[in-house]
Each structure stands twice: as C-alpha cells, then as structure tokens.
C-alpha cells in the first residue's frame, strides 16, 4: 500500500518494487499488412500497431457492427432468438442467389428464424441474411445503417462511417482496423453468449451446407471469430479474436494480396503475442494501490483498488522503464461509498501511455464530527498556503 498525495494528485506506483517493469516497444517484427493492429483485451494494451488508424473499405467485415446492432437488439428483448422474419424480395435479389454474392439461399417470401438467420450472416457470410434481418427489426436496410452507425459513435469509434449491411462496395462506407478492433471486443465481451456463434464450423441452410469463412478456426491457435473481407481498393482483410491461455487477443489485417496472406500475417500477429511478450499481473482485483485523502470523514483516507485485475503484456526481457500513476480528484469529500469511482491508474512505458485503468473506493467513509471537519478544513487551508 502506498501513501496518498494531497489534492488532485498523481500518485507514483513503485512497480519496481513489485518486479514489475518493462519497455513496451515493437521488436523487429514487421507485419506484411499495410493496415494491422493487435491488441491485449485484458488490458486494452495495443501490442502491435501499423497504420490502424488509416481508413479503408470493410468490406464483409462490416457485417461485424451490423451484428452488434442485432445483438443488442436480442438483448433488449426488441427481437426473439425463436422469432420468423420474411425474406422480401429486396433481400433476396440483393443478397441472395441472384447476386452471386456470399449468401445463405434463403427462399423468396419464405420465412426465416432469427436464429438461422444469425447463422446465415456469421457463418456464411450471407449478405440475404443481414439484409433480412436489418428489413425485419428497423423495417428497412436504410433505418438499420443508422442504427448502425448511432452504435459505431456510442463505442467511440473514429474512423468508421456505415452505408449499408453486407459490406457490398460503397466509396463511402469506411473503418480502420483500430475501428474494427473495437467492434469485434465488443461482441466478444458485452454479447459472449451470441458471440459463441462465430466459432461454429459450418452451417447448412436450405439443403446447401457452407463451412466457415475463417480460415484460423481450424488452425489450432486459439481463434474463436471473427469475419474476413475483401475489396478491389483494400485488398484481403480479416478480424481475429482468440483466447489463449485463458486471455483474448484480437488482430485485425488488412490490404494483402491473397485470402492465404491474410491468414498467414493474423497468425504472425498473434505468435508475436506469445514470443515477444510477457503477461505480468501489476494488482489484483480489489487489491490496494494507494489510500486516497478524504476530507471530513470518520476516517482520513479510504483505499483505491481496480475492480479486475490489472494484468499487462509487456515486452520480455527489458523491465527498466515502466511506471504508475494513480490520478485522482482530491481530496474525496465524506461521506463516501464503496465502490465510487474516482479516478485511474494509468501505466506508461517511457512517456507512453500503455494502460488506464478506473479505480473505486474499497470502503465506505462517514461524515465526521464537527471537531473532525474543522480539522480538515485547517488542513486544507494550511496546505493552500504552502
């Protein structure tokens, strides 16, 4: 446990004096793809970066935020998992054996369960599927792309701008692979039951049996989802997600020359996790970092812990440069409850800002006596002048 600082504070963590230091910086290794970026999602630590902030056409693998716009809505009760939607002839024709594209062949004017529906469009890649399933919750392909992209701003996503479902050319329709990155963690984390859906091997769907487009299910290196993607203007692109070790990664590349490069520079990335890095645990789950001052309270001060464990990748073998800081606004003001969030413990390494963290009030603080506040309040005028 370490001492608090007065006021609005940066709190120094002594991490070396828990063996915990080291330099996160990219080794030799270079990913192939023009676009990559790779990211801890314990941590939020992005390992790997190249260009992922530079936009370009999703293709299919917008099809990953037109999950998370049906995902919640499943979850909010708006659409049953057992419920029937017609497939019209827009769909059809658009997205399905008509178009030639990646489609589940489903029927002209038959109905579809949304469970099936959700196989078509994850499994198979069906651009029928989504275009059935946008039609059926928001009534049209046009009121679900807003929906869309209503979703995208509320995940902060910068780089990111929907024209339609499936992902079909549009010069307007733009993510980054940063972008893509947060989609995919956000399906994984916020939707896990639903998400489980990404790593079944095949589906069949009227007499037709697909397998699925990821070609790192069956590669025995941890992936569980997601979505690939090809476009003339971006080249092959696909999104990752795997748990290894009981930790998820997620690697998104883009702008290679073949499906097999793609592939090929995913797997790079997420044996560059295993090789290159380091899992350390800085504090566990409700463990003390440091006591934060709390002025007219029963007690002095009250101690800040994260609510997860806060384990890091960090670069093997270099443990000299990494640092804490624990910011907070102070000092707290009685009465405080257990579990207020006050402020972040962030880790750098250098002046790079690796991991933040929030941090909550492990113990509840009652207002103190008059004779009690008095005192603090000549602390605080004390410290003012100095």
């Known amino acids: 446990m370490l001492p608090y600082a007065p006021r609005q504070a940066l709190i120094a963590v002594a991490l070396l004096q828990l063996s915990v230091a080291a330099v996160q910086a990219q080794q030799a290794f270079d990913s192939k793809a023009p676009r990559a970026i790779l990211i801890d999602v314990d941590s939020g630590a992005t390992l790997y970066r190249k260009a992922e902030n530079d936009p370009f056409e999703p293709a299919a693998m917008a099809k990953m935020m037109t ?3 049906v995902f919640d809505a499943l979850k909010a009760g708006e659409v049953k998992i057992d ?4 497939v019209s002839e827009n769909a059809w ?5 008509p178009s030639r594209g990646a489609t589940m062949f489903a029927a002209l004017k038959s109905g579809v369960p949304v469970a099936d529906l959700l196989r078509g469009a994850i499994v198979q890649a069906g651009n029928d599927a989504c275009l059935i399933l946008a039609e059926g919750i928001a009534g049209s392909e046009a009121a679900f792309v807003v929906r ?3 979703k995208a701003a509320a995940l902060g996503l910068t780089g990111s701008s929907f024209r339609n479902v499936t992902g079909l050319a549009d010069p307007e329709q733009k993510t980054t692979a940063a972008d893509l990155a947060t989609i995919a963690n956000y399906l994984a984390l916020t939707h896990p039951d639903l998400y489980k859906i990404y790593a079944e091997p095949d589906f069949t769907w009227n007499k037709i049996y697909q397998r699925n487009r990821n070609p790192l299910l069956a590669a025995g290196i941890g992936v569980d989802g997601l979505s690939t993607g090809y476009s003339e203007t971006a ?4 999104t990752a997600s795997a748990l290894r070790d009981g930790h998820r990664l997620t690697a998104v590349v883009s702008g290679l020359p073949t499906d097999k490069a793609r592939a090929e520079e995913a797997s790079k990335l997420f044996d560059y996790a295993d090789t290159a890095f380091e899992r350390i645990r800085f504090f ?9 001052r709390v002025y007219g309270g029963v007690a002095g001060g009250v101690p800040l812990a994260t609510t997860a464990p806060l384990d890091v990748l960090l670069v093997r073998g270099a443990r ?4 804490a800081r624990l910011v907070y606004d102070g000092p707290l003001v009685a009465p405080v409850k257990a579990g207020q969030q006050v402020g972040t413990v ?5 002046d790079d800002l690796l991991v933040e963290k929030p941090v909550v009030t492990m113990a509840d603080v009652a207002t103190g006596t008059m004779e009690r506040r008095a005192f603090d309040a000549l602390g605080e005028l004390l410290i003012g002048w100095l």
């Open 83 to 86: 419920q029937t939607f017609k």
């Open 148 to 150: 869309m992209n209503e």
């Open 93 to 97: 024709r658009t997205g399905g054996a």
């Open 346 to 350: 962030k880790v750098y390494v250098g």
């Open 284 to 292: 566990g789950a409700g463990e003390t970092i440091a006591d934060a």
């Open 320 to 323: 000299d440069r990494i640092r």
């Open 235 to 238: 080249g092959f692109g696909l």
């Open 67 to 69: 999950m998370a716009v």
